[in-house]
C-alpha cells in the first residue's frame, strides 16, 4: 500500500520533532549544563572524590591552571590548624585543590591561596574562603562487648610538648573478629596457612587535640564475600611520594590519602597470607612478610607455611627475590615456643588459655595428628616464627626480621646467610651460635647473662642494664645514625616470655621500647635507650605496637597497642580495656613529650606520624 505524500511529511515533521527532544534529555550536544555551586573563583567542591576517603575534598579547577597553592583548614576553637602547600603537577592529577583535613560532621571552613591561569594571564587569589560540610564517620565496630566506642572516640591527651603541636598521627587498629566478616575460610589442598585472619581492621588520622581528621572507609575498599580481596590492613607505611603503602590478607596495595588507587594487586601466586609488613626499599621495590603457597616438607608433606617467608616484589609486582626463613633458621628450636602465654599469641587473644604453655610432648603430637596452621609450634607448617617486620638494610643488601616466636631479631643477606641473630643465645643450635651478639655496656665490656644468656642484668625490674627483647615487634633500622658497621635499631620488646618463662604472677609482667647499638664487625650489642620497664605492667603490651625513628624532629615514636590488656587467670577472663598509647619522645630523653592514650578501643595494631605536606608536594 502507498503510503500518502501528506502522511510522510506528518512522519518527517513528527521526527524533527522528536530527535531534539530526545538529545536534549541526554543532555545536548554541548553536554549537561554547568550549574554546581561555586562558591570563589574557580570551581565547585568535590567531597570523598575517590569514594575511600570522606574527609577530603576537591576544590574543582574551574578549567583554570593553579599554581603556587596553599590550603589550610581552619581549626575548631582551640583545634589544631592544618596547612599544606600543593604542588602543581598534584593539582592537575586531581583536577584542582585536594582538601584534606576535615573535620567529620561539622561545616568546615578552608581557606585556600593559589595563582589562576587563564588565556595567558594570571591572577592571583589570597586567602578564598570555601565552606564544606562533612559527613560522620562510618567505622563499624566489631561487636566484641570490649570495643565500648568508636577507635577514636575517647582520646585523652595527656600531654603535649609545643615541638609537637604540628603532629598528625596515623592509627591502624584491628578491633576483633566481626560476626560475619572475615575469619570463615581455612586453605586446603594442601593445608595450613593463616587464611582465617581475614578480618576487619581500621584505619585514622588525629591531631593534637585529639580529633580525628581522616580515615579509609575500607568496607569500600573489602569484598567480603572473596577470599582473596579481604583482610586486616597492617603494614602502613608513608612513602617517599607521600602516598601510603600496606597489605590485607591475599592483597597489597598503594593509595594516596586522597582515596586515589596507584596500586592494587593480588600476591605472587607462589606466595599467600600477607601481615604485618610491607617495607619500602630504597630501590622502590618491596618487602613483603608472606608465607609459602605449598612447601614441602623433610616428611614428604605438602603444606601451607605460616608466617615465615619474605618476598621483593618491584614496582610492577614482578618477584625479585624471596627469603625462605624455614630453609634459613630452625623451625625446631622451641626454647620461646614452649614459654608462650597461650592466651595472647598474636591477635588470637584467649582469657581461657592466660598463662598457659606448651610442652615438648604437646609439640611432637602436632607432627603426629598432622596439626598444621596457624598455631603456635614447630616445623613447617605451624606458626614457628611468626615475623612480624622486615627492614632492608642498603649498606650491604641484607634485610632485618623481627621473629616473635624466636625472641630473636636476625640479619640476613642477599645470599641467604645470616649475619647476626639479637636475641638469647638459649636453645640455639651449633650451626647459629657463631652469629650470637654479645651484649656489652657503654665502656665496652662483656655483660655476662645466666641460663645461656637468657637472664641478662636488667632482667630483674633494675634501673639500669641490659636485656634482649622478648615476642618483639617492629626491629627496624635507624637508617640516618647508622652506617655500614654500626647499625641502629628500634624495637619494641613486648614482655612475653621474659627469661624464657613464665612469671609467677601476670601482673610481673612488662614492655619496653628499646634502642640498641650494634658492632656489626665485632659482633656486639648495647643498649643505648629504654622506656617502659618504669611503667610496668599498666603499660604492658602482650601483643603488636611499634618504636620508630622520626628524623624530622629527632625523636622515638612508640605505640603501646595493647597498654593494660590483663587476665584473672582464677577466672579465665580478661579484665580491663586495653588502653592504647602513643608516646614520642625526644632522642635520648626517657620522659616523653607527648601522652595520647585511647579507650574503649580493643586491640590496637601500630601508628606513625603523617607528613601532609609530603602528602601534596610528591617529587
Known amino acids: 500500500m502507498k503510503l500518502s505524500k501528506s502522511f510522510c511529511v506528518m512522519v518527517l515533521a513528527g521526527t524533527t520533532l522528536i530527535i531534539p527532544n530526545i538529545s536534549l534529555a541526554m543532555g545536548g550536544p554541548s553536554g549537561a549544563k554547568m550549574d554546581w555551586q561555586i562558591q570563589g573563583k574557580i570551581g565547585a567542591v568535590k567531597l570523598n572524590p575517590y569514594n575511600l576517603s570522606p574527609l577530603t575534598a576537591v576544590i574543582m579547577d574551574g578549567g583554570y ?23 602543581e603537577n598534584m593539582a592537575k592529577t ?23 591561569i587563564f588565556n595567558n594571564k594570571s591572577e592571583k587569589i589570597i586567602d578564598e574562603v570555601y565552606k564544606i560540610t562533612t559527613p560522620g564517620v562510618s567505622i563499624m565496630p566489631s561487636g566484641n562487648t570490649s570495643q565500648t566506642g568508636s577507635p577514636f572516640a575517647n582520646v585523652k591527651i595527656i600531654k603535649m610538648d609545643k615541638k609537637f603541636n604540628d603532629r598528625l598521627y596515623l592509627v591502624n587498629n584491628a578491633p576483633g573478629k566481626q560476626s560475619g566478616k572475615g575469619s570463615q575460610a581455612v586453605w586446603n589442598n594442601p593445608a595450613g596457612g593463616a587464611l582465617e585472619w581475614d578480618e576487619n581492621s581500621n584505619v585514622f588520622i588525629i591531631d593534637t587535640k585529639g580529633e580525628i581528621r581522616w580515615y579509609f572507609d575500607n568496607d569500600k575498599l573489602m569484598d567480603w564475600n572473596n577470599i582473596y580481596n579481604r583482610g586486616i590492613m597492617m603494614g602502613f607505611k608513608q612513602n617517599n611520594d607521600g602516598a601510603l603503602t600496606w597489605g590485607f590478607g591475599q592483597r597489597y596495595v598503594k593509595y594516596d590519602v ?16 600477607f601481615s604485618h609488613a610491607m617495607d619500602n626499599m630504597q630501590n622502590g621495590h618491596y618487602l613483603l612478610r608472606v608465607a609459602s603457597a605449598n612447601v614441602k616438607r623433610a616428611d614428604g608433606k605438602n603444606v601451607r607455611s605460616v608466617r615465615d617467608v619474605v618476598i621483593e616484589v618491584d614496582q610492577n609486582g614482578n618477584v625479585v627475590d624471596d627469603w625462605r626463613l624455614y630453609d634459613i633458621l630452625d623451625p625446631y628450636r622451641s626454647t620461646i615456643i614452649k614459654a608462650l602465654d597461650q592466651g595472647a599469641v598474636c591477635l588470637n587473644i584467649d582469657a581461657n588459655k592466660a598463662g598457659v ?5 604437646e609439640l611432637a603430637k602436632m607432627d603426629e595428628n598432622n596439626q598444621f596452621g596457624d598455631i603456635a609450634g614447630t616445623g613447617v607448617g605451624r606458626n614457628w616464627a611468626h615475623v612480624n617486620s622486615v627492614d632492608y638494610d642498603p649498606s650491604d643488601d641484607s634485610i632485618i626480621i623481627s621473629s616473635r616466636h624466636q625472641s630473636a631479631i636476625v640479619k640476613i643477606g642477599r645470599d641467604k646467610k645470616i649475619k647476626w641473630i639479637l636475641g638469647a643465645h638459649k636453645g640455639w643450635g651449633k650451626k647459629f651460635q657463631q ?7 657503654s665502656n665496652g665490656a662483656k655483660i655476662v647473662c645466666e641460663d645461656e644468656y637468657s637472664k641478662c642484668p636488667g632482667y630483674e625490674n633494675e634501673k639500669s642494664g641490659f636485656d634482649f627483647t622478648w615476642t618483639q615487634h617492629t626491629a627496624w633500622r635507624i637508617d640516618s645514625k647508622s652506617n655500614k658497621r654500626y647499625l641502629y635499631l628500634s624495637v619494641f ?17 612488662y614492655s619496653r621500647a628499646v634502642i640498641y647499638k650494634i658492632d656489626q664487625q665485632n659482633k656486639t650489642v648495647e643498649q643505648i635507650w629504654e622506656y617502659g620497664k618504669e611503667r610496668g605492667n599498666e603499660w604492658f603490651s602482650p601483643v603488636t605496637s611499634l618504636v620508630e625513628y622520626q628524623k624530622d624532629k629527632n625523636s622515638i ?16 577472663i580478661s579484665i580491663g580495656d586495653p588502653k592504647p598509647e602513643i608516646d614520642e619522645f625526644i632522642w635520648g630523653s626517657k620522659n616523653p613529650s607527648v601522652q595520647i592514650q585511647f579507650s574503649g578501643t580493643n586491640t590496637g595494631y601500630q601508628a606513625m606520624p603523617f607528613d601532609v605536606e609530603k602528602a601534596f608536594n610528591a617529587k
Request: charged share 20%; proline share 7%; net charge neutral.
Open 557 to 572: 615514636m612508640v605505640y603501646s597497642a595493647t597498654a593494660g590488656m590483663a587476665f584473672d587467670l582464677s577466672k579465665g
Open 94 to 116: 586531581y583536577g584542582g585543590i585536594p582538601i584534606f583535613g576535615l573535620y567529620p560532621s561539622y561545616l568546615n571552613s578552608v581557606k585556600v591561596s593559589y595563582t589562576k
Open 435 to 441: 652469629y650470637l651478639l654479645q651484649p656489652i655496656n
Open 65 to 87: 591552571i593553579l599554581k603556587d597553592i596553599k590550603a589550610t583548614i581552619l581549626p575548631k576553637p582551640n583545634g589544631q590548624t592544618i596547612s599544606y602547600s600543593v604542588s
Open 357 to 361: 604453655t606448651l610442652s615438648d610432648e
Open 493 to 509: 620488646d613486648n614482655g612475653d616470655a621474659r627469661g624464657a618463662e613464665q612469671p609467677p604472677f601476670a601482673s610481673q609482667k
Open 258 to 273: 586522597m582515596g586515589r588507587e596507584i596500586f592494587n594487586r593480588t600476591l605472587p601466586s607462589s606466595y599467600i597470607d
